[in-house]
Antibody, heavy 118, light 113 residues
């Protein structure tokens, strides 16, 4: 069945960098838009970025991460990435990888925790 | 960006009773090309990722019980649980994917009265 597994989270100091990965299986990865969505502790969901299908030509970012985060994909490896630079305390969250279905609904991974603290 | 506003923030409903959650978008989510609304609903239980309930505002995801229904068009949408069960205790989110940036509502917590 379809599966998304995030990795790469952890503890990082303010101003530091981290790269998240998402391994996809059970579907034709290259056919789908993919997104990163985060959830700060005890808070709601915040969409942060998507990348278009196939070549990944189109990307979009939330204002809160624009210029600091970069989404990318490697279709040969069935993998999605999020490069996070200049991290701040308010970036502390569970980061979810999500597949955007043909109807627009998301299928989610289990998430990876990112903690930004000195 | 499109702003999604859910109401209420929380509600407590007796077992077997109806629960209704509203979601309002700051602009229409209706695609004229296919007459569908770019609106999804998710259920999130503690410690779990969200689970897709509906897409295109009213298309039920496979496996979702039929006591759940999604309705609405344009800027006003509703998620209804016709007969609340204990396993429905969760936070529910609406989500728009109309154009460009995606956004979520702030969530509605559903509890048993």
């Amino acid at each position: 069945q379809e599966q998304l597994v995030e990795s790469g989270g952890g503890l990082v100091k303010p101003g530091g960098s981290l790269r998240l990965s998402c391994a996809a299986s059970g579907f034709t990865f290259s056919d789908y838009y993919m997104s990163w969505i985060r959830q700060a502790p005890g808070k709601g969901l915040e969409w942060i970025s998507y990348i278009s299908s196939t070549s990944g030509t189109y990307t979009k970012y939330a204002e809160s991460v624009k210029g600091r985060f970069t989404i990318s994909r490697d279709n040969a490896k069935n993998s999605l990435y999020l490069q996070m630079n200049s991290l701040r305390g308010d970036d502390t969250a569970v980061y979810y990888c999500a597949k955007e279905g043909s109807g627009g609904g998301y299928i989610w991974g289990q998430g990876t925790m990112v903690t930004v603290s000195s | 960006d499109i702003v999604m506003t859910q109401s209420p923030e929380s509600l407590a409903v007796s077992l077997g009773e109806r629960a209704t959650i509203n979601c309002k978008s700051s602009q229409s989510l209706l695609y004229s090309s296919n007459n569908k609304n770019a609106l999804g609903w998710y259920q999130q239980k503690p410690g779990q990722p969200p689970k897709l309930l509906f897409y295109w505002a009213s298309t039920r995801e496979s496996g979702v019980p039929d006591r759940f229904s999604g309705s609405g068009s344009g800027t006003d949408f509703t998620l209804t649980i016709s007969s609340l069960q204990t396993e429905d205790v969760a936070v529910y989110y609406c989500h728009q994917y109309y154009r460009g940036s995606r956004t979520f509502g702030q969530g509605t917590k559903v509890e048993i009265k």
